[in-house]
Nanobody, 116 residues
Framework: QVLLEESGGGLVQAGGSLRLSCTAS????????MGWFLQPPGQQRELVAQ???????TYSDSAKGRFTVSRDIVKNTVTLQMASLKPEDTGVYLC??????????WGPGTQVTVSP
């Protein structure tokens, strides 16, 4: 079972920056995709950004131009650099990964709170 562990959440003022990291462990294969979902309070989770093994990235419309996702395949990590944060970016950020046979894995999440 692949384990994902996030770090880097916290409280920040609007306009500030945060850097989230996620490390995968126990995987005996290279993960095809790694990325981040956001679950705002009382809402369903939504994709923020993801990066494929070949380096291809996709972003939500909200994240484009403000967030950058990157990955270190050797270290089994994915990072989300967030800038120009807004109160609507508040929520639990969940790291996810997809294995080569389609298995999906999730981290427990890290809270990000952006104050006005």
């Amino acid at each position: 079972q692949v384990l994902l562990e996030e770090s880097g959440g916290g409280l920040v003022q609007a306009g500030g920056s945060l850097r989230l990291s996620c490390t995968a462990s126990r995987n005996k294969f290279t993960l095809d995709v790694m990325g981040w979902f956001l679950q705002p309070p009382g809402q369903q989770r939504e994709l923020v950004a993801q990066i494929y093994r070949n380096g291809l990235t996709t972003y939500s419309d909200s994240a484009k131009g403000r967030f950058t996702v990157s990955r270190d395949i050797v270290k089994n990590t994915v990072t989300l650099q967030m800038a120009s944060l807004k109160p609507e970016d508040t929520g639990v950020y969940l790291c996810f990964a997809v294995g080569p046979t389609g298995g999906q894995y999730w981290g427990p999440g890290t809270q990000v709170t952006v104050s006005p």
